[in-house]
């Protein structure tokens, strides 16, 4: 039972390259969320799914899109990267329990 | 629009003293409030949550809807408490947003 898996671990992208970060979980979990975690700003929801099919607008959604691909993944796509979205993210997916984390991508935009 | 608020970005007490870490939310119906605790080089994972009434690892929070708080409390704090603690409301639809989380360094 892996629970959350988030790929990839780390990534160094530079400005304007384009990247998807994967989610998938095997809890049977209706709702995933995608946040970012950056110093002084704790975690701030960017995009999540309720579930399937849907999907909807967090925090910061602006400069990222996500698609609900089935029940077990939810992916996170940064279509021209900027040095703003150097961060730490965080894949998370909820049940009846409360939320799981994955171990979370950290990413570094030049 | 939901919203949580934790004033206190680092709070520092030795062991053996009270700690106590506030959360304040803005919510218009009824909320769900959590506290996560993410300790170093781990996952975030689930401290505790207001419906359950529990304690957990000696911390109790208490849901104040008249003053719309959530602080989260801990009579004896242990070096090991030593982490990066967050409140989180879940909202209708399922919409999960956190504080900015507060650190808390135990001294011994």
């Known amino acids: 039972n892996a629970g959350v898996t988030q790929t990839p671990k780390f990534q160094v992208l530079k400005t304007g390259q384009s990247m998807t970060l994967q989610c998938a979980q095997d809890?049977?979990?209706?709702?995933m969320y995608w946040y970012r975690q950056d110093p002084g700003m704790g975690l701030r929801l960017i995009y999540y799914s309720a579930s399937e099919g849907t999907t909807d607008k967090g925090e910061v959604p602006n400069g990222y899109n996500v698609s609900r691909l089935n029940k077990r993944e939810f992916s996170l796509r940064l279509e021209s990267a900027a040095p703003s979205q150097t961060s730490v993210y965080f894949c998370a997916s909820m049940g009846y329990s409360p939320l799981h984390f994955g171990n979370g991508t950290r990413l570094t935009v030049t | 629009a939901q919203r949580v608020t934790q004033p206190e970005k680092l709070l520092s007490v030795f062991k053996g003293a009270p700690v106590e870490l506030k959360c304040n939310y803005s919510y218009s119906g009824s909320p769900e409030l959590f506290w996560y605790v993410q300790y170093s080089r781990q996952r975030l994972q689930l401290l505790l949550r207001?419906?359950s009434r529990e304690s957990i690892k000696g911390f109790t929070a208490d849901l104040n809807k008249g003053e719309t708080s959530f602080h989260l409390k801990k009579p004896f704090a242990q070096e090991e408490d030593s982490a990066m603690y967050y409140c989180?409301?879940?909202?209708?639809?399922?919409?999960?947003?956190f504080g900015g989380g507060t650190r808390v360094l135990v001294k011994p």
């Open positions: 207001h419906i």
């Open positions: 989180a409301l879940r909202a209708a639809g399922n919409k999960l947003t």
């Open positions: 809890m049977n979990h209706n709702s």
